[in-house]
């Protein structure tokens, strides 16, 4: 087979507030800000609040798909909810409690910034902490979440910074500044859940315009237009979107809740067309996010253009090409993702193909 099947391109910016709570742009600038970047889609998730979603603006706005999920935001963590039809309460819940709740109300979630230690500078001058560590408690846990956000692109910065000059750096070239991809110790984490259940992955901004309104405008020194550029979660779905605003939004959290995504930087290429799957010797195939009974098999790679390519099982390197297509046999369980570069800058990072030793439940 030369592909997976019919598959659908949507390039969503996702974790992004508006005035609806702490971010400083308003929802038109929001979408305005994704239509000349480009993107097909927002996740809107502002915290502790779908009022975006009873003053209608979920649905499409001249291109662009606006989805509003909400950002629950206890004191511990915070949990991205997706598919809710009303906010969850977090007063006196736990984390698994919290992910229990969304369940219950028809949703998923996915653990926000889930590996968050907090950040400090390190100089002199500032003793306290520049962010607080905001973490989600229960990742050990498997009904503690349904997913997390494996690049949570502002929050990972900050926490990164040492010294106020490190912080200019990033703001005034935030594109270089992102090339290594999410943080490796995120990475590592990943694989170990990966290794032992299907835990999906979505690339998120916690996007907030950081800044003031002046006659009207943001002024920002990280502005939506710069941020969307920077990291996409990059959907492939089963269907075409239709125009049709419940419809499409059902289609959209279908493939994210699957794990059909990759994590994407338009900033270095466009992804649309990127296909990563595994074929059985009996002919059937597990597409992106999907699990199945490990066996001989093919793992299938398609890019739309040339890149360096590491193919990972469980964390470790286990193939290393260059080109547009990879083909490669694997027979070991594992949990098989792909990690794409062009000239050394990170491009593409999927979610992977599970091959269970035991029939997945």
């Keep these: 087979m030369g592909d997976a099947g019919p598959r659908h391109d949507v390039s969503c910016v996702v974790h ?26 927002v996740l809107l998730t502002d915290h502790d609040t779908l009022a975006a979603r009873r003053d209608g603006w979920e649905g499409w706005h001249d291109g662009v798909l606006l989805v509003v999920g909400i950002e629950i935001s206890p004191r511990g963590g915070h949990y991205l909810a997706f598919g809710v039809p009303g906010e969850i309460p977090h007063a006196g819940r736990g984390a698994t409690e919290i992910a229990a709740a969304v369940r219950a109300a028809g949703g998923f979630g996915v653990a926000a910034h889930p590996f968050s230690e907090g950040g400090r500078m390190l100089v002199p001058a500032l003793t306290r902490r520049i962010v607080l560590p905001h973490g989600w408690p229960a990742l050990a846990d498997p009904r503690g979440t349904d997913g997390i956000e494996l690049w949570s692109l502002t929050t990972d910065a900050a926490e990164g910074w040492r010294t106020p000059a490190a912080a200019v750096r990033w703001l005034r070239d935030p594109a270089s500044a992102t090339d290594d991809g999410p943080p490796a110790r995120h990475l590592s984490a990943w694989d170990a859940l990966s290794a032992r259940r299907r835990v999906p992955a979505l690339g998120g901004l916690d996007g907030h315009a950081p800044g003031v309104r002046i006659d009207g405008r943001v002024r920002s020194p990280l502005s939506h237009r710069a941020t969307f550029d920077l990291l996409r979660t990059h959907l492939v779905c089963d269907r075409p979107l ?97 990690e794409a570069r062009i000239d050394g800058r990170l491009w593409l990072l999927s979610n992977p193909v599970h091959l269970r030793a035991a029939s997945p439940r």
């Design 16 to 41: 992004v507030h508006s005035t609806y709570s702490d971010g400083t742009a308003t929802v038109p600038e929001v979408l305005a800000a994704a239509r000349e970047a480009g993107a097909d889609a």
């Design 242 to 338: 239709s125009g049709e605003a419940a419809a499409d939004c059902a289609t959209v959290l279908a493939a994210l809740r699957a794990g059909s995504a990759w994590l994407s930087r338009p900033c270095v290429a466009d992804a649309t067309g990127a296909r990563l799957w595994a074929e059985g010797a009996d002919g059937a195939t597990v597409p992106m996010g999907a699990e199945a009974r490990a066996g001989p098999a093919r793992l299938r790679l398609r890019l739309p253009r040339a890149a360096e390519v590491r193919v990972l099982r469980d964390g470790a390197i286990v193939a290393a090409r260059a080109g547009a297509a990879v083909d490669l046999d694997v027979a070991e369980p594992g949990a098989y993702r792909v």
